[in-house]
Structures are given as structure tokens and as C-alpha cells.
């Protein structure tokens, strides 16, 4: 039986960057940031320990969210203003067929859908029933073996445009 947490295939996904610590992946997330515009769903997929929540912390950094940013493993949604208000969801300790509507998730598909918020989910399984022909970006976060750096790949339906494919199209960021 399927949990919804299965991770996809790093072939699927066609750019990647490597981050080198927590501190790169942070400002990985601040650069994403950059590239915002308000309506794009982030799809974070990646083992426990990736660095899923260390980027979302930079891309709200990013953002101008002054507050902590934390995960939302056992609250579910985390909601953060900023330049653009950022919808934090984790859907780790949610089934597959799990009904979303309970923890408001139309509502805010309808705000990203309008624009007015990005949408960032963490073990994001559970949702994608429910995104239908909506546009994301899907990011994948690899640990590399004895390294402790991260590859993160990513992915678009549409194709993600041409600054997001520049920041991912290889490289190291550190700090």
C-alpha cells in the first residue's frame, strides 16, 4: 500500500545544484526566493534530515519573514507574511488518502491560485490529488553519501522558466 511518501526518481528531475551545510541550503532557499513572483507551489520531496525546512527557513528569509520558521510536522500548515505570504504545509504524518479539506487546503490552493501566496509542502504525496493542472515546481533533495552536501533537483509543469533552470543548471552553492 502506497503512503504517499515514496520519493520519485532523481532521473525524472532534469537540473540540479549541490549545496555544501545547512547555511548553503538556506540561502539556496533565499535565491528561490528571489525568483517569486506569488502563485507557485513548491513541492519539496526528500528523505528526513534533506534539508526540506532549512530551505523553506531561507526561502522565507528571503522573503522577509521576521518571525521563526519552523515545520509544521504536527501542525500541518504554517502560515508566514512577507513579501508574499507563504503557506508552509508538511504532510508527513498524513495518509495518502487522507481528506485535505480538513486542514483548509482548497482554500489556500484558491490563494496561490489567485496569486496572493506561494505554497511550500513539505512530503508533499498527499497533495497532489488535489493540484489537478495547477503549475508547480518540484524539487528533490538528495543527501550525497559520506559528503553531508545535498543535490537538489529540480522539476516544472510548465517548464520552470529560464532564471529558475540558470540557478539549478549545476554548480555548488557554499557558504
Not at 549545496?19 to 528526513?48: F, K, M, N, S, Y
Not at 515545520?71 to 513579501?83: A, D, H, I, K, Q
Not at 485535505?100 to 489556500?108: A, E, K, Q, R, T
Request: charged share 20%.
Amino acid at each position: 500500500m502506497s503512503t504517499g511518501h515514496e520519493l520519485p526518481a532523481a532521473a525524472d528531475f532534469p537540473a540540479g545544484i549541490i549545496t555544501d551545510g545547512p547555511d548553503a541550503t538556506a540561502a539556496l532557499g533565499g535565491r528561490v526566493a528571489d525568483l517569486l513572483q506569488g502563485g507557485e507551489i513548491l513541492l519539496l520531496h526528500g528523505g528526513l534530515g534533506a534539508g526540506k525546512t532549512c530551505f523553506v527557513q531561507g526561502l522565507c528569509r528571503g522573503l522577509g519573514v521576521t518571525g521563526e520558521v519552523v515545520s509544521p510536522t504536527f501542525t500541518l500548515v504554517n502560515t508566514y507574511e512577507g513579501r508574499l505570504r507563504v503557506h508552509h504545509l508538511d504532510f508527513y504524518r498524513i495518509e495518502a488518502a487522507a481528506d485535505l479539506s480538513d486542514i483548509g487546503v482548497h482554500d489556500l490552493l484558491d490563494e496561490i491560485a489567485d496569486g496572493g501566496a506561494v505554497l511550500a509542502a513539505e512530503w508533499p504525496g498527499p497533495l497532489l490529488p488535489a493540484l489537478g493542472s495547477l503549475p508547480r515546481y518540484e524539487l528533490l533533495a538528495l543527501t550525497l553519501p559520506s559528503t553531508g552536501a545535498r543535490e537538489w533537483r529540480l522539476r516544472g509543469r510548465p517548464e520552470p522558466p529560464a532564471p529558475w533552470r540558470r540557478l539549478f543548471h549545476g554548480g555548488t552553492e557554499s557558504c
